[in-house]
Nanobody
Framework: QVQLVESGGGLVQAGGSLRLSCAAS????????MGWYRQAPGKQRELVAD???????NYADSVKGRFTISRDNAKNTVYLQMNSLKPEDTAVYYC???????WGQGTQVTVSS
């Protein structure tokens, strides 16, 4: 079965950095278009960033200039580098394969003020 496993979440102070990783495996799956979503308590799930198979990136306005999505095809892994973190970035972050659709279980990111 296809599995996406996120790692790298945790507790960080405002202004700090974290790097999330999403390792994909199983059933001959290789990453294509990939994204990161997040969901904060009481809020809708929102797209944070995505990257196409051709390497084109897209970011939510709230994270532009602070977050960077990247991929390592040889490792079948997608990353989200998060810098200058703010308390409003606190959420569960989900890795998703967009083509085809698969979701990871999520990893908690908590940014303290």
């Amino acid at each position: 079965q296809v599995q996406l496993v996120e790692s790298g979440g945790g507790l960080v102070q405002a202004g700090g950095s974290l790097r999330l990783s999403c390792a994909a495996s199983g059933s001959g799956f290789s990453i294509n278009a990939m994204g990161w979503y997040r969901q904060a308590p009481g809020k809708q799930r929102e797209l944070v960033a995505d990257i196409t198979g051709g390497g084109t990136t897209n970011y939510a306005d709230s994270v532009k200039g602070r977050f960077t999505i990247s991929r390592d095809n040889a490792k079948n892994t997608v990353y989200l580098q998060m810098n200058s973190l703010k308390p409003e970035d606190t959420a569960v972050y989900y890795c998703v394969s967009l083509i085809p659709v698969y979701w990871g279980q999520g990893t908690q990111v908590t940014v303290s003020s």
